[in-house]
């Protein structure tokens, strides 16, 4: 099966000579230091990109092959955003449904980073909006959930693989879809 290697793992002989990585190292004049340095704080990782018509069959073969008590999807932690903190704090409190979607249908879609500490609140023109006790309350607990995690998903390629059983080295978790992830 085709595969493309990327980043500093084209730079190991090793990953060569194993065929994970096609580029000769030696050949091209690749500097092994872009994989494995002193300064890097992590151990290094190797991404492969597969094609994506035969992603299911490599992760059933991932499976067959290493165990399922070994093997695990990565998951992502999805975080509260300006909309969805604000849009599920408000039904908590008990909102009507069309006042929750007006409140959040104010806000601006835009990318979101985590909050600076120190940075003024998503809110703040809201807050001249919505001035009752219990919108001044809701936006005040928008606010607090901002950044926090809201549920996990299936990273769409990245998988673990143990040396033993998964459970032993780290939390795991059955996704919605059925898969365990970590």
Not at 141 to 151: E, K, W, Y
Request: with cysteine; glycine share 8%.
């Amino acid at each position: 099966m085709p595969t493309a290697s990327r980043g500093s793992a084209s730079s190991s002989l090793v990953a060569h000579c194993l065929g994970i990585t096609s580029p000769d190292p030696v050949r091209l004049n690749l500097y092994f230091e872009r994989f494995l340095n002193p300064a890097r704080s992590t151990p290094p990782d190797i991404d492969t990109d597969l094609c994506s018509r035969r992603r299911d069959r490599v992760i059933r073969h991932v499976y067959e092959t290493y165990g399922e008590d070994r093997v695990a999807m990565v998951c992502t932690i999805n975080r509260f955003r300006e909309r969805s903190a604000l849009r599920e704090v408000a039904k908590a409190h008990g909102l009507p449904p069309g006042e929750v979607k007006a409140m959040t249908d104010s806000l601006p879609h835009r990318w979101w980073g985590p909050p600076d500490a120190g940075q003024a609140s998503p809110y703040a023109e809201l807050a001249g909006q919505y001035t009752s006790p219990l919108h001044r309350r809701i936006l005040q607990d928008a606010t607090a959930i901002l950044g926090l995690p809201r549920h996990l998903s299936v990273h769409p390629g990245g998988v673990v693989i143990a040396p033993g059983a998964l459970t032993d080295l780290a939390p795991t978790h059955l996704a919605s879809k059925g898969v365990i992830i970590t």
